[in-house]
């Protein structure tokens, strides 16, 4: 058993108090005395995770280990690691190897509970950085990815062939749905969102605003879709470079308690400035961005720890920020287990100081090598 003292996220407020915990939380008390200047909150769960510290989902187990100990010493307790669009047997052979992963755990790494599946079911108009190898969801595939049982998470774009049934095949088999890398109009993203809702299926947007279009008072566009659906859990990419301040704004007005942050993270987070590689494609990050050759932002090189620093200077309040990467994104994938510091739930922390940088990560109860 492991005993922390500091200040508790619990409900709305920070509180001192002292947690005790194995795998799971088993008390939680008031502490009048406890250190002001360590802050305690449940670990980031991040729905949408390519890579960090040089490897990505697409390299196999080998890979799929490095991005999650570099995320986990971020304060990530729970990730998806995350395809992009390539052959389909590249894809199949990516998303075996999560589960090949997730059978042994990551020693020293953050939890994986299953892969989000962003490519190939996506617009050949819409790739962002994605390689041109999209494929249309025809029944045979999506069996294939079902036979699995290994994907939490998809995108799909919901104008292409068969993507409404595809997205009820995987949505009642427990997959959220997330709308992305579309060139949809307003009323096929709504009718789409209508029909999956309409059978209690799980929805998302799809790092919000990023390779969806715009909006505009006569023509809303997907993202003013999404916004205006009342149950779909947008994703954010808040590193200050995919997002307007006002954009992030907009969503946290338009969808309350609903906003969940995500790094969209490549191969090269962690790692500084210089040259990387995405699903085959040359990369540069100069000055913490992540460009294509052809100028196109290629994922981010975000980590989830900055992400709650970038909420909370965008005016955000610490116990909302957090919901933001912990709480909601579990909402989004019906974990029932994280989420929050509550006796009974997973033990996973993350002890920062005042100024919001991580000192110390425990997943499942196991303190997280910092070095």
Same mark, same amino acid.
């Given at each position: 058993?492991?005993?922390?003292?500091?200040?508790?996220?619990?409900?709305?407020?920070?509180?001192?108090?002292?947690?005790?915990?194995?795998?799971? !939380?088993?008390?939680? *008390?008031?502490?009048?005395?406890? =250190?002001?200047?360590?802050?305690? !909150?449940?670990?980031?769960?991040? $729905?949408?995770?390519?890579?960090?510290?040089?490897?990505?989902?697409?390299?196999? &187990?080998?890979?799929?280990? *490095?991005?999650?100990?570099? /995320?986990?010493?971020?304060?990530?307790? $729970?990730?998806?690691?995350?395809?992009?669009?390539?052959?389909?047997?590249?894809?199949?052979?990516?998303?075996?190897?999560?589960?090949?992963?997730?059978?042994?755990?990551?020693?020293?790494?953050?939890?994986?509970?299953?892969? /989000?599946?962003?490519?190939?079911?996506?617009?050949?108009?819409?790739?962002?950085?994605? =390689? =041109?190898? $999209?494929?249309?969801?025809?029944?045979?595939?999506?069996?294939?990815?079902?036979? !699995?049982?290994?994907?939490?998470?998809? *995108?799909?774009?919901?104008?292409?062939?068969?993507?409404?049934?595809? %997205?009820?095949?995987?949505?009642? +088999?427990?997959?959220?749905?997330?709308?992305? /890398?579309?060139?949809?109009?307003? &009323?096929?993203?709504?009718?789409?969102?209508?029909?999956?809702?309409?059978?209690?299926?799980?929805?998302?947007?799809?790092?919000?605003?990023? %390779?969806?279009?715009?909006?505009?008072?006569?023509?809303?566009?997907?993202?003013?879709?999404?916004?205006?659906?009342?149950?779909?859990?947008?994703?954010?990419?808040?590193?200050?470079?995919?997002?307007?301040?006002?954009?992030?704004?907009? +969503?946290?007005?338009?969808?309350?308690?609903?906003?969940?942050?995500?790094?969209?993270?490549?191969? %090269?987070?962690?790692?500084?400035?210089?040259?990387?590689?995405?699903?085959?494609?040359?990369?540069?990050?100069?000055?913490?961005?992540?460009?294509?050759?052809?100028?196109?932002?290629?994922?981010?090189?975000?980590?989830?720890?900055?992400?709650?620093? /970038?909420?909370?200077?965008?005016?955000? &309040?610490?116990?909302?920020?957090?919901?933001?990467?912990?709480?909601? &994104?579990?909402?989004?994938?019906?974990?029932?287990?994280?989420?929050?510091?509550?006796?009974?739930?997973?033990?996973?922390?993350?002890?920062?100081?005042?100024?919001?940088?991580?000192? %110390?990560?425990?997943?499942?109860?196991?303190?997280?090598?910092?070095?």
């Amino acid at each position: 058993m492991t005993t922390l003292r500091g200040q508790l996220l619990t409900g709305d407020a920070l509180t001192p108090g002292e947690v005790r915990f194995g795998p799971t !939380l088993t008390r939680l *008390t008031h502490a009048p005395d406890a =250190p002001a200047d360590l802050l305690i !909150l449940p670990g980031f769960i991040d $729905t949408h995770v390519h890579g960090g510290g040089g490897g990505d989902t697409m390299d196999g &187990p080998e890979g799929i280990r *490095t991005l999650a100990r570099l /995320h986990a010493r971020h304060g990530t307790t $729970t990730l998806l690691p995350t395809t992009i669009t390539n052959p389909w047997e590249n894809v199949m052979a990516a998303l075996s190897a999560v589960k090949d992963v997730m059978a042994g755990g990551v020693p020293g790494g953050a939890d994986i509970v299953g892969a /989000h599946l962003e490519g190939p079911f996506i617009s050949p108009g819409r790739l962002g950085a994605q =390689p =041109p190898n $999209t494929a249309l969801p025809i029944p045979d595939l999506v069996a294939q990815v079902l036979a !699995l049982n290994v994907v939490r998470a998809v *995108t799909i774009a919901p104008e292409i062939e068969g993507a409404l049934d595809a %997205a009820l095949t995987l949505g009642r +088999a427990g997959v959220r749905v997330g709308v992305g /890398h579309t060139r949809a109009d307003a &009323p096929t993203v709504t009718a789409f969102l209508n029909a999956l809702h309409a059978e209690g299926i799980r929805t998302a947007a799809t790092h919000l605003f990023n %390779a969806m279009g715009g909006i505009e008072g006569r023509d809303p566009g997907v993202p003013g879709a999404l916004l205006a659906d009342p149950h779909t859990y947008p994703e954010v990419i808040l590193d200050t470079i995919h997002v307007h301040p006002t954009g992030f704004r907009l +969503a946290r007005a338009a969808t309350p308690g609903r906003v969940m942050l995500i790094t969209d993270a490549m191969r %090269a987070a962690g790692l500084g400035d210089g040259e990387s590689e995405l699903g085959g494609q040359r990369v540069i990050v100069k000055n913490g961005e992540a460009r294509l050759e052809g100028g196109a932002l290629a994922g981010s090189v975000l980590t989830m720890d900055a992400a709650l620093r /970038h909420a909370v200077q965008a005016g955000v &309040p610490l116990p909302e920020a957090s919901r933001m990467l912990s709480d909601t &994104p579990a909402r989004s994938l019906n974990l029932t287990d994280r989420g929050r510091l509550e006796v009974g739930l997973r033990a996973d922390l993350v002890v920062l100081d005042r100024d919001l940088t991580v000192k %110390a990560v425990y997943v499942g109860g196991q303190e997280i090598p910092r070095d």
